[in-house]
């Protein structure tokens, strides 16, 4: 089957800009997570979508953060406005159903000059 | 939260048993024991996970203690391949959130 999509791979832009993340689940799963993973660290929750509604996001800075996954389906994660601190590895996640294994796309590596 | 602890790093030698302890002292009779790793730059991959049966499948063996408050992660014949961060998580089937600790980076070594 195929894995959990992510683009780009790669972003570099400067601090002030906005940015945004696409993620295509694997698909009929209907749990999608966002992690952000600064270097040396473990991935760190930022939303958790069950098919389009929001379960949790106690981590996600709403202030300049921002998430959608319409029709249940894709998804797309927003900085805006991006600061240096941001720089990281963006990773997308999905799962079917409770007690499954979750699936990790490859990530999107943020650099925020 | 993350509610597990783990040692930050651990060596093995090529072709030995790793084992990676996990301590999840607070898990609840509803959460189950996954382990991921995750090799550099590259996004987590599934290993295994259980509820309080031992399991094994292709990859390793999941010891989980009789009253659940710790596990432990068998790769029986390690490879230099097996080098990577390996993360313990604890997760509800109610709730559904996927928390990930500091995890222990493993060095398989020739």
């Known amino acids: 089957e195929a894995g959990v999509a992510q683009s780009p791979r790669y972003k570099i832009i400067e601090k002030r800009q906005s940015v945004a993340f696409w993620c295509n689940p694997i698909s009929g799963h209907a749990t999608l997570y966002w992690y952000q993973q600064i270097l040396g660290q473990g991935p760190k929750l930022l939303i958790q979508f069950q098919n389009n509604g929001v379960v949790d996001d106690s981590q996600l800075p709403k202030d300049r953060f921002s998430a959608e996954r319409l029709k249940g389906v894709d998804s797309t994660l927003k900085i805006q406005p991006a600061k240096l601190e941001d720089s990281a590895v963006y990773l997308c996640?999905?799962?079917?159903?409770?007690?499954?294994?979750?699936?990790f796309g490859q990530g999107t590596r943020l650099t925020v000059v | 939260d993350a509610k597990t602890t783990q040692p930050p790093s651990m060596d093995c030698a090529e072709g030995r048993a790793a084992n990676l302890p996990c301590n999840h002292s607070t898990i609840s009779g509803n959460e189950y024991v996954y382990w991921y790793r995750q090799i550099h730059s590259q996004g987590p991959q599934y290993i295994i996970h259980g509820l309080k049966n031992n399991e094994t499948n292709e990859m390793a063996s999941l010891i989980i203690t009789e009253d659940r408050k710790s596990s432990t992660l068998i790769l029986p014949h390690a490879t230099l391949r097996d080098t990577a961060v390996y993360y313990c998580?604890?997760?509800?089937?109610?709730?559904?959130?996927?928390?990930f600790g500091t995890g222990t980076s493993l060095t398989v070594i020739p």
């Open positions: 996640a999905s799962r079917l159903m409770m007690n499954t294994e979750a699936f």
């Open positions: 998580i604890v997760s509800s089937n109610t709730g559904n959130q996927f928390y």
